[in-house]
């Protein structure tokens, strides 16, 4: 069960980028992020809330982590880093395709995740990682250079930098909560506090995003599909599942979400990508492949049990 959880939230992660694409007319980056954010992350706050003191009162006894700066801090950045994500995420998918988009901010948010731990502990990693990393570059460098089948020249620089910027928010928010786990917060705790904090302060932005495709049933469609399937809904299984696996299994199966994203991008979208582009993806996916395989020793600490 634990398995199909987080598998069912890779596939629903995966629609991200073809919802948006699928939207009605007049919509940005910015105001998709916003409102994905204000719904998805209330959400998603209320179902991990609910479900952490579930689990406080059924270990009543269990020392609990002091709500202190530190741990404050981070929440919070885990949810700006969400916050900022998503803006960065759909601009990479709209300059770029969901197939492109999405493979290169999810391709990049693993390797950055590892650099920025190597930044902050100093630990240095295995080969393992540095060929995966070096293969994970290798195809974001040929997705750079390639681009759609029959286009004037290469993938769009600053949608590039946008999912890149993507995955390195998400880098940030890995190791945020590597710590706050760490120190003893079980995981809907963390979860919620990030996606309490990103709806508060997307909530800040709404004034100054233009809603008006809201008004449209297509519109409040994709707000709706987008906040509750693939934050709330998606979070919340993927944290359950985790709880019960290793970091290697987890990993090999959060490559559902490109795997998906890419299928949906060329079936459902449409989108052609050129021969060189292809490639970059087959390489990205080894790499990404590879640093599965290589995170094999679990550092999560023991699961706890959440009864559905």
Do not use: K
């Amino acid at each position: 069960m634990y398995a199909l959880a987080v598998l069912a939230a890779a596939l629903l992660f995966g629609t991200t980028g073809s919802s948006q694409a699928l939207g009605p007319d007049g919509t940005t980056p910015l105001s998709i992020g916003v409102m994905r954010m204000v719904i998805g992350g209330t959400g998603l706050a209320l179902i991990a809330f609910t479900l952490a003191a579930r689990h406080a009162r059924r270990h009543s006894g269990a020392p609990r982590p002091r709500l202190s700066a530190r741990p404050l801090s981070l929440m919070v950045l885990t949810g700006a880093c969400l916050a900022l994500y998503q803006p960065l995420f759909f601009l990479g998918t709209e300059r770029n395709g969901v197939a492109v988009g999405t493979v290169v901010a999810l391709g990049s948010a693993p390797i950055l995740a590892g650099l920025l731990e190597w930044a902050l502990t100093r630990r240095m990693p295995s080969l393992v990682w540095m060929g995966a990393t070096a293969l994970a570059t290798l195809g974001v460098g040929l997705l750079g250079t390639g681009g759609e089948a029959g286009g004037s020249g290469g993938t769009d620089a600053l949608g590039l930098l946008g999912s890149i910027g993507a995955g390195a928010s998400f880098a940030v928010i890995a190791n945020a909560q590597r710590r706050l786990l760490d120190d003893g917060w079980d995981p809907f705790t963390v979860v919620g506090a990030m996606g309490a904090s990103s709806a508060v302060l997307c909530a800040f932005a709404v004034p100054f995003v233009d809603l008006t495709w809201l008004g449209a049933t297509s519109g409040l469609t994709m707000a709706l599909w987008l906040g509750i399937g693939t934050i709330a809904i998606a979070y919340v299984l993927f944290t359950w599942g985790l709880s019960g696996l290793t970091a290697a299994t987890a990993a090999t199966l959060t490559l559902g979400e490109p795997l998906t994203a890419a299928i949906l991008g060329i079936v459902v979208l449409g989108e052609r990508l050129s021969p060189l582009a292809i490639a970059g993806l087959v390489v990205l996916a080894a790499g990404l492949a590879l640093l599965a395989w290589g995170s094999r020793a679990p550092r999560d600490p023991e699961p706890f049990a959440v009864e559905a």
